[in-house]
């Protein structure tokens, strides 16, 4: 039977093969046996009853709580030319009558019911009597009073089962918590043998916590390289909901606000702009997200500190669900988490306790300056297996980005043991800076010898630094805001130790995505210009049919087309997500699309299997070695992995190369630049303004506020750009 699945698998869904535990867990149920599938979001749950459903004769029954997720399942299935329909309260007198005429007449395979639709008398009575062979309860945890939805209508759901003594019962949910794995085991009278527990690890989605200095400017920043792309963004409270809405509007993008707040016709209707693909954000509270089953949503952005760990995984979890890649950025303010505590404070007893306990948990993580998936993963009971993951802010800032700190650690933890260790970081920092403060005075700390000794740096440096010294356990804050020295401390300032970090983190993590290795090398190469005709052909078939784009094809889909360039119908067959029945339906617009931009461009078609080929050779010195390969089109931080060296070293051996008068390709240069690309714009004008002879001219152009660093790497894009024949 298993060998039907898989024929299913590529012919219906058009995918090459399956995702971790779908097979097993399909073949449990296929043998009618109950099953448990706890996989995260994304990983491919649904599988695993649609394909048996259609390998049996007989009904599946699908469970499910949200109108909006049945609507969606049914949606898309009925591309897919399965005949699948939904009963709940949103249907029409007439559009119930016709469904149940459909059930009856055994023409349906899968049927979508909510739970209290299902407990009324007159749908077991519909269903009495008709061959049932898999009951799924998909978002089980509702079962469970511990998890975030309870719901009571759940918990009779057993009594239901027992209708279907022949189905197989399977239950899904992708919530994480060991005590709610164990309640919908109990009440579903499940044991050990049939539960299959997935990995929680979201290997797509880029994780990044960058500090909050000027969120708005920041998340700017972050929308200006991601304009064709759908995101949310999370804020603590309505009202900010719609100032940071109006700011978004103001600079011209397609946004929509949603929170409670908000009357439910408006929040559906911006719920389901965002799904068709007519705007690209929506700013939201945590009310957003539950009856949400898009799978490209390319970012979340928590403009204010999430609630604690459970609830970020569950918001980040909205990312990247087709597998691409996603980014996940916090903007981490020491001021949100006053409000956190605030908020703790006016708890009690256990209450407090717990809250305690999570706000810990979270600011272990947004901490962290080990691989952020080290406290994520341990959160959930599941222990990280790697040092490094390549996909958080921390894996990926390299060491040249590192600064020694340890002159400026040692002025500062000295300044904190001449002031007796009593104050804050504010104080030490005054202090530092030489201003004679009322307090500082009436202590007589205007003549201490690390008075006035750090007037080089800024006030916010040295919040910062005080800061790093807190993660690196240099210090202890006292709860009384008191900074105090470890034993550590003494190391640096016998000069033992040395310090080093990254200072300001917020420019540096939010635009590294050159850094970020993307998923597939079709994610990376695939042609852009073709891959946005394609997604401009879905969204007029989608509207057409009046469903969401991605129920037409997923952007993998789209991505492969721009990729491999297929001409024919048995080159489209092979593409993800092309089965037989969205090749009858929609093959040969996309085809058109395809065959023309290749004419126009003329494109040959690539053969799906024939997909790596062997490094090329190069001959010459080392860096002409280097830019050769650069100048084919590898990149920069290929190149230094392949090398072993880091990215900075490529650049040196790439100016070299340059200089000595050869081309340099100018792509790819400037996302070796930590610069958000609206700053790199900026750059560039400055270079058109001032030339590139002078860098100080730009540095002081810029307001100081782009280092030497980059500044040299634009300096050889701008260079290389104007060179290009
Ligand atoms: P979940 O319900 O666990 O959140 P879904 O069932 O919605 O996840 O699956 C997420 C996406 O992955 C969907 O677009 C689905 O079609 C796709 N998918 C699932 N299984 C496979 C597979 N074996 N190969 C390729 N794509 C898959
Ligand atoms: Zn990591």
Not at 254 to 272: D, F, I, T, W
Request: hydrophobic letters at 35%; charged letters at 30%.
């Amino acid at each position: 039977m298993i060998q039907q699945a898989k024929d299913k698998l590529h012919n219906v869904f058009g995918y090459d093969s399956f995702r971790p535990l779908q097979e097993e867990a399909i073949s449990q149920v296929l043998d009618k046996k109950d099953a448990l599938v706890i996989m995260p979001t994304g990983g491919g749950k649904s599988l695993i009853y649609q394909i048996p459903a259609l390998v049996f004769d007989g009904l599946t029954i699908v469970v499910s709580p949200l109108i909006s997720l049945m609507k969606d399942q049914v949606e898309q299935l009925r591309q897919f030319d399965i005949p699948a329909l939904y009963l709940n309260s949103s249907l029409s007198e007439d559009e119930y009558r016709y469904n149940v005429k459909r059930l009856r007449n055994g023409e349906v395979k899968m049927l979508y019911v909510a739970p209290e639709t299902l407990l009324m008398p007159k749908t077991r009575k519909l269903l009495d009597g008709m061959k049932v062979d898999c009951f799924t309860i998909d978002e089980a945890h509702c079962i469970s009073e511990w998890g975030h939805d309870f719901r009571p209508e759940y918990r009779q759901l057993t009594e239901v089962r027992k209708d279907f003594p022949e189905a197989a019962c399977l239950a899904l949910t992708a919530t994480a918590t060991p005590r709610v794995r164990e309640d919908i085991k109990k009440v579903l009278d499940f044991d050990d043998s049939q539960t299959y527990l997935a990995s929680f690890d979201r290997k797509n989605l880029l994780l990044k916590v960058a500090d909050k200095d000027d969120p708005l400017e920041q998340v700017l920043d972050f929308l200006y390289t991601r304009k064709k792309q759908s995101g949310i963004i999370y804020c603590f409270s309505r009202k900010q909901v719609d100032e940071l809405y109006v700011e978004l509007k103001k600079e011209g993008y397609a946004a929509k606000p949603y929170h409670a707040g908000l009357s439910e016709g408006v929040r559906n209707r911006n719920q389901e702009l965002f799904i068709r693909d007519d705007i690209n954000i929506i700013v939201a509270t945590i009310a957003f997200g539950m009856g949400i089953n898009k799978p490209d949503v390319r970012y979340v952005v928590h403009y204010d500190m999430p609630k604690n760990i459970e609830s970020y995984y569950q918001q980040i979890g909205r990312a990247g669900r087709d597998g691409i890649r996603a980014d996940c950025l916090v903007l981490f303010s020491p001021s949100d988490t006053q409000k956190i505590r605030y908020f703790i404070n006016k708890k009690e007893g256990r209450e407090k306790e717990v809250a305690e306990q999570h706000l810990k948990s979270l600011l272990g993580f947004l901490e962290t300056d080990e691989c952020r998936r080290i406290p994520l993963m341990a959160y959930f009971g599941e222990e990280y297996q790697n040092d490094e993951c390549g996909m958080c802010d921390n894996c990926l800032t390299v060491d040249a980005e590192v600064e020694d700190l340890t002159e400026e650690a040692q002025k500062f933890l000295s300044c904190v043991a001449r002031t007796d260790q009593q104050h804050s970081e504010y104080y030490v920092t005054d202090v530092l800076q030489g201003s004679d403060t009322d307090e500082i005075i009436e202590n007589g700390h205007q003549n201490l010898s690390t008075f006035g000794i750090g007037e080089d740096w800024n006030r916010e440096q040295w919040i910062l630094l005080s800061r790093l010294l807190v993660n690196q356990n240099y210090l202890e804050k006292h709860e009384s805001g008191q900074l105090i020295l470890t034993d550590e401390a003494q190391l640096v300032l016998n000069s033992k130790e040395k310090v080093y970090g990254l200072l300001d983190r917020s420019s540096a993590v939010v635009d590294r995505e050159a850094a970020a290795r993307t998923t597939t090398e079709v994610e990376e190469k695939h042609d852009e210009e073709l891959f946005n005709l394609l997604r401009d052909k879905r969204k007029t078939i989608a509207d057409k049919n009046a469903v969401a784009p991605y129920a037409i094809f997923p952007d993998t889909t789209l991505m492969e087309m721009a990729y491999y360039f297929p001409k024919s119908n048995e080159s489209l067959m092979k593409i993800y997500g092309v089965g037989s029945a969205k090749l009858k339906h929609f093959g040969k617009a996309f085809l058109k699309v395809i065959t023309e931009y290749c004419d126009e461009h003329n494109i040959e078609e690539k053969q799906k299997s024939l997909q790596k080929k062997g490094e090329p050779k190069y001959s010459g010195e080392l860096h002409e070695q280097i830019a050769k390969a650069f100048n084919d089109g590898q990149s920069i931080e290929h190149l230094a992995e392949q090398k072993g060296v880091k990215p900075v070293t490529i650049l040196k051996y790439l100016k070299k190369y340059f200089d000595e008068g050869n081309d340099l390709r100018a792509e790819g240069i400037a996302e070796a630049a930590d610069l958000s690309r609206r700053k790199q714009d900026q750059v560039m004008k400055a270079f058109d303004q001032k030339g590139t002879r002078m860098l100080r001219a730009v540095y002081d152009a810029m307001d100081k506020s782009v280092g030497y660093n980059e500044l040299r790497v634009m300096q050889l894009y701008y260079q290389a750009k104007n060179t290009e024949k």
